[in-house]
């Protein structure tokens, strides 16, 4: 009976679930079925044909962000040298994983009373204090919440179908929380997924808190058809280390990372690269996603500069993304957008 009860929570949705949306305080639940076509949003923009025929003349060099969190700069006034390159992801970790923490509804009220307990106290610092906070929650709660652009799982199933792999190895890098090497393995179950960060945060919280009872709709492998899987059910092993220390050989079915090579400048980005040829079958999938370069991303990482910004970051559009890869050897399966990122699947040309 408790062990049933247990279950009920941790795993609270299944097939009687499918096509099921639901706002919870922290995060949206997404089952919409994918194999209905409408519900997937992977936009693939198949526009450029041939690679070999771009330049950066033609497609220009990314945007950089240049606005940063005052916890960064505050660091390197007070230190006289620029914040450490590993202490900027630790920072940011923490920083970003508050926000997934936070009931957003309830704040969002509690932070609506104080603005307005400031008010009645003429009491202006506090005004301009609820007042960012208020448009920070309001940012966070449709960015994440309602368009559940972050997580993003229609476009990431989207982007991640059609594989031609069976049980595969994943190998996610700077996996952070994990969420799209969860994704992956429902959708390709039976394998193995490992998770490599050199934050020792990210595994033990930011992995480590991520909701046992969020739902991943993938599939079943024996009967093919779709089902809903959950962290705790996944085989899964987490690395804290640097990826240049990994000696792994090209062992992986597919290598994938999120938002990780706009953190480089253009001068690292082909050693960047190496690291998701390195680990690979010569058969294997490289996925990779980035944020667009786009007027909301611009404003999010503007009011959201606090939370987000303590590392060297660009924005790029999917083709200037597509260059990176392939002038440093890949040969680009798909290409496109889904709803905050760029989305490319590769393979080692
Ligand atoms: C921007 S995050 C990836 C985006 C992620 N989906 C998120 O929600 O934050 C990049 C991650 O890569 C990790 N990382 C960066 N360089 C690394 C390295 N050389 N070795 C291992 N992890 C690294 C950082 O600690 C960070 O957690």
């Not at 309001?138 to 049980?167: M, T």
């Not at 929380?177 to 490599?196: A, K």
């Not at 930011?206 to 024996?222: C, H, I, Q, T, W």
Request: proline share 5%; with cysteine; charged share 30%.
């Amino acid at each position: 009976m408790q062990l049933q009860l247990e279950n009920l929570l941790s795993y609270p949705y299944s097939e009687e679930h499918f096509e099921h949306t639901e706002l919870k305080p922290r995060y949206k639940v997404d089952l919409r079925n994918p194999r209905n076509e409408e519900w997937e949003r992977f936009i693939d923009l198949g526009y450029v044909r041939d690679w070999s025929l771009l330049s950066w003349k033609d497609v220009g060099k990314p945007y950089r962000v240049e606005n940063y969190a005052n916890a960064k700069l505050e660091w390197e006034k007070e230190h006289g040298q620029t914040l450490p390159v590993k202490m900027s992801w630790e920072m940011f970790n923490k920083s970003f994983h508050e926000w997934f923490e936070k009931d957003v509804p309830t704040e969002l009220s509690e932070t609506g009373k104080s603005f307005w307990r400031a008010m009645a106290r003429f009491d202006f610092q506090e005004v301009k204090t609820a007042l960012s906070d208020y448009i920070q929650l309001s940012v966070w709660n449709y960015a994440h919440r309602i368009s559940d652009g972050i997580w993003d799982p229609r476009g990431k199933r989207a982007l991640f179908q059609g594989l031609d792999v069976e049980k595969p190895r994943i190998l996610f890098l700077g996996a952070a929380e994990g969420y799209e090497g969860m994704q992956l393995y429902s959708m390709y179950p039976g394998g193995e997924v490992v998770l490599v960060d050199y934050d020792e945060y990210c595994k033990t919280h930011r992995f480590g808190d991520f909701p046992e009872s969020y739902p991943f709709l993938g599939y079943n492998p024996e009967t093919g058809s779709p089902r809903v899987w959950y962290k705790n059910q996944m085989k899964i092993e987490y690395i804290v280390d640097d990826i240049r220390n990994l000696n792994f050989g090209p062992e992986f079915d597919i290598v994938i990372s999120v938002g990780l090579l706009e953190h480089f400048p253009d001068e690292m980005k082909p050693e960047v690269l190496e690291w998701h040829r390195k680990f690979l079958k010569p058969s294997g999938y490289v996925i990779m996603t980035t944020p667009r370069h786009h007027v909301k991303t611009r404003l999010f990482y503007t009011i959201m500069e606090e939370v987000m910004n303590h590392t060297y970051r660009e924005l790029m559009t999917v083709t200037q993304m597509g260059l990176y890869l392939y002038e440093n050897g890949f040969d680009i399966l798909r290409h496109g957008t889904i709803k905050v990122h760029n989305g490319i699947v590769a393979k080692v040309r």
